[in-house]
């Protein structure tokens, strides 16, 4: 298996924020998550949604939205397993 992060980024209280990784091989299994960075007790920060699209014959660009539920500035990891 491989992970790793592939980018960060901040997003303000209610804030929602598009970003678009691209060329991944399209016989990876890739599984997208996103880590919250910064410390924030009581209530999630974080959800997220993955989108796909298949960019050329041999490879995929994913979507990935990412909204802060929280109340507070957060930053955060976008991070991937490829599970093959």
């Known amino acids: 298996m491989r992970v790793g992060t592939q980018f960060t980024g901040t997003l303000n209280p209610g804030q929602t924020g598009r970003w678009f990784t691209f ?7 890739v ?3 996103f880590m919250p960075t910064t410390p924030q007790t009581g ?5 997220w949604e ?4 298949r960019a050329t014959a ?3 660009t ?5 909204k802060n539920i929280g ?3 957060m ?3 976008g991070r991937y397993a490829v599970l093959n």
């Open 75 to 77: 930053n955060f990891e």
């Open 50 to 53: 993955t989108e796909v699209e």
């Open 31 to 33: 599984i997208w998550y």
């Open 23 to 29: 060329n991944w091989p399209q016989g990876w299994h």
């Open 62 to 66: 994913y979507w990935l939205t990412v």
């Open 43 to 47: 209530s999630p920060q974080i959800e």
């Open 71 to 73: 109340s507070t500035q």
């Open 58 to 60: 041999t490879t995929v």
